[in-house]
T-cell receptor, first 118, second 117 residues
Framework: AQSVTQLGSHVSVSEGALVLLRCNYS??????LFWYVQYPNQGLQLLLK??????LVKGINGFEAEFKKSETSFHLTKPSAHMSDAAEYFC????????????????FGQGTILTVHP | GAVVSQHPSRVICKSGTSVKIECRSL??????MFWYRQFPKQSLMLMAT?????????EQGVEKDKFLINHASLTLSTLTVTSAHPEDSSFYIC?????????????FGPGTRLTVL
């Protein structure tokens, strides 16, 4: 079974500072990994996803994430935080069964609330 | 593109009544729709997966007779909470996907806040 762990339920940064949101995964098969963002009163929006094409994945709004198999990590970063980045961020892994079949189901991490201070 | 809507956005009902939540893909045909439940300060928990024209697949521990899912068309899925009780109060979120592959993106609705009195 696949799982993800997000380290830190709350992260606070100053505007212009580096954003680093941590996600570690557990999977016995090559994983597909996703980062979603949830703004207040809105649905989750895809930031980026890893599908084994390239280990460094660039997403929307200046975010990127690097897949590191040796560390089983998929941390999300942004060089310079903006006030509009304040939201809750979810890391997710696509489930596959023992035979490698997936039905598109996702397992989500606990979420990390990002606060950006002026 | 890939917009998903949910209706209603919030509903308050009395214990014992049934509530229906609609999930629509507005600008695409969704092969698969998913229903999640999110408790306060917790993550999304998948409840069930539905494909148009077939029975929904429920996750372990989810009562299929309590949470009825209908996926009548490629753009509409409904979740009916039957005989709702206060413990069913939660935030229900749907998502829709073009396919059923491991790398397919899910597009999420804004959620429905259910409060059962």
């Amino acid at each position: 079974a696949q799982s993800v762990t997000q380290l830190g339920s709350h992260v606070s940064v100053s505007e212009g500072a580096l954003v680093l949101l941590r996600c570690n995964y557990s999977s016995s098969v090559p994983p597909y990994l996703f980062w979603y963002v949830q703004y207040p009163n809105q649905g989750l929006q895809l930031l980026l996803k890893y599908t084994s094409a390239a280990t460094l994945v660039k997403g929307i709004n200046g975010f990127e994430a690097e897949f590191k198999k040796s560390e089983t990590s998929f941390h999300l970063t942004k060089p310079s935080a903006h006030m509009s980045d304040a939201a809750e961020y979810f890391c997710a892994v696509s489930r596959t069964n023992a035979g490698g079949t997936s039905y598109g189901k996702l397992t989500f991490g606990q979420g990390t609330i990002l606060t950006v201070h002026p | 593109g890939a917009v998903v809507s949910q209706h209603p956005s919030r509903v308050i009902c009395k214990s014992g009544t049934s509530v229906k939540i609609e999930c629509r893909s507005l600008d695409f045909q969704a092969t698969t729709m998913f229903w999640y439940r999110q408790f306060p300060k917790q993550s999304l928990m998948l409840m069930a997966t539905s494909n148009e024209g077939s029975k929904a697949t429920y996750e372990q521990g989810v009562e299929k007779d309590k949470f009825l899912i209908n996926h009548a068309s490629l753009t509409l899925s409904t979740l009916t909470v039957t005989s709702a009780h206060p413990e069913d109060s939660s935030f229900y979120i749907c998502s829709a996907s073009y396919g059923r592959g491991a790398s397919d993106t899910q597009y999420f609705g804004p959620g429905t806040r259910l409060t059962v009195l």
